[in-house]
């Protein structure tokens, strides 16, 4: 995307919603490319609020991943929801994203009525996601049901894993933005400290590495952070289950499984510190966490208010 020197310099916060496993994360990761937030094929994977900040010529734009929009089952849904819901009202800006592959169902109306309910406002841009896995004999009937959903909304048919009318997705978003200076330094691409990105990293490999229903009860929580050693981080993690039974789950026949997470996790952290990691993995059980609102916050899920 090109800029005119003569314009007005853009900034401002476009907040990222939309219903779980719509690949929100796969975009904002694509926009700036680096691997800021996590992505599984598991719906909710996305837990946090998170910044992933695009700088360029003319324009600054400030991404904020939210958790995806669910009727919340438990105090760690509730979280999430309240973090979203905040995220829309401090936005200048919503990226609405949907699943173009599939026709649009209840949780992505009640997105839409959220955006409806919204004070102020503010300007939709609504991003038709995987066209690549959309039927063509389907495209008219999904893009207007989508459309009907946020009819004041500009639109896109894109591709976020494959990279389909990106540029002019970022040119909707970059025209709904209010003018003003860059919000944050040029060469920063997100306000989460390492140590939480580096947990992050853990619970995406266990999300991929376990079946079922255990990986939703996972919270990993990183104890030890050491750069004292040029070259090398050591990070000590504790990987927290809701259940005793989960425990040998996560951890496998010899510690299988649990070597297979501390590995791929250990792989994609390096890649994100460009250095050699160190990387210890413990479990342990901390009873129904996901229900316990004290819990819930004691492990770093709380809204900023």
């Given at each position: 995307m090109t800029s005119d020197n003569s314009s007005p310099h853009k900034s401002g916060f476009v907040a990222v919603v939309g219903r779980p496993n719509v690949g929100k994360s796969s975009l904002m990761n694509a926009y700036l490319g680096e691997k800021i937030a996590i992505v599984s094929p598991k719906p909710q994977t996305t837990r946090h609020v998170q910044l992933g900040i695009l700088t360029a010529p003319g324009y600054q734009v400030v991404f904020v991943d939210t958790p995806g929009l669910h009727e919340p089952r438990n105090a760690l849904g509730q979280y999430m929801v309240e973090a979203a819901a905040r995220a829309i009202l401090d936005a200048d800006v919503i990226l609405?994203?949907?699943?173009?592959?599939?026709?649009?169902?209840?949780?992505?109306?009640?997105?839409?009525?959220?955006?409806?309910?919204a004070p102020g406002r503010l300007p939709v841009v609504l991003a038709l996601n995987k066209s690549d896995l959309l039927e063509p004999r389907h495209v008219l009937g999904h893009t207007d049901a989508y459309r009907a959903l946020v009819p004041e909304a500009q639109w896109m048919l894109i591709s976020a894993t494959r990279g389909d009318n990106?540029?002019?997705?970022?040119?909707?978003?970059?025209?709904?933005?209010?003018?003003?200076?860059?919000?944050?330094?040029?060469?920063?691409?997100?306000?989460?400290?390492?140590?939480?990105?580096?947990?992050?990293?853990?619970?995406?490999?266990a999300l991929n590495v376990l079946e079922q229903e255990v990986p939703y009860g996972i919270a990993v929580e990183v104890e030890a952070f050491d750069e004292?050693?040029?070259?090398?981080?050591?990070?000590?993690?504790?990987?927290?289950?809701e259940r005793e039974s989960h425990k040998p789950?996560?951890?496998?026949?010899?510690?299988?499984?649990?070597?297979?997470?501390?590995?791929?996790?250990?792989?994609?952290?390096?890649r994100l510190l460009d250095g050699k990691v160190y990387l210890e993995l413990h479990v342990k059980v901390r009873a129904d966490w996901r229900k316990d609102e004290r819990e819930v916050r004691r492990l770093g899920y709380r809204t900023q208010h």
């Amino acid at each position: 995307m090109t800029s005119d020197n003569s314009s007005p310099h853009k900034s401002g916060f476009v907040a990222v919603v939309g219903r779980p496993n719509v690949g929100k994360s796969s975009l904002m990761n694509a926009y700036l490319g680096e691997k800021i937030a996590i992505v599984s094929p598991k719906p909710q994977t996305t837990r946090h609020v998170q910044l992933g900040i695009l700088t360029a010529p003319g324009y600054q734009v400030v991404f904020v991943d939210t958790p995806g929009l669910h009727e919340p089952r438990n105090a760690l849904g509730q979280y999430m929801v309240e973090a979203a819901a905040r995220a829309i009202l401090d936005a200048d800006v919503i990226l609405f994203i949907v699943d173009a592959s599939q026709p649009p169902g209840a949780e992505d109306a009640n997105c839409a009525a959220r955006l409806r309910a919204a004070p102020g406002r503010l300007p939709v841009v609504l991003a038709l996601n995987k066209s690549d896995l959309l039927e063509p004999r389907h495209v008219l009937g999904h893009t207007d049901a989508y459309r009907a959903l946020v009819p004041e909304a500009q639109w896109m048919l894109i591709s976020a894993t494959r990279g389909d009318n990106l540029d002019r997705l970022l040119e909707l978003i970059v025209a709904a933005l209010p003018e003003g200076p860059a919000l944050y330094p040029e060469d920063e691409l997100t306000q989460t400290h390492l140590r939480d990105l580096a947990a992050e990293r853990v619970r995406e490999a266990a999300l991929n590495v376990l079946e079922q229903e255990v990986p939703y009860g996972i919270a990993v929580e990183v104890e030890a952070f050491d750069e004292s050693k040029p070259g090398l981080t050591r990070i000590m993690a504790t990987i927290y289950v809701e259940r005793e039974s989960h425990k040998p789950i996560v951890i496998g026949k010899g510690a299988s499984k649990l070597k297979e997470i501390g590995s791929r996790a250990r792989l994609e952290i390096e890649r994100l510190l460009d250095g050699k990691v160190y990387l210890e993995l413990h479990v342990k059980v901390r009873a129904d966490w996901r229900k316990d609102e004290r819990e819930v916050r004691r492990l770093g899920y709380r809204t900023q208010h």
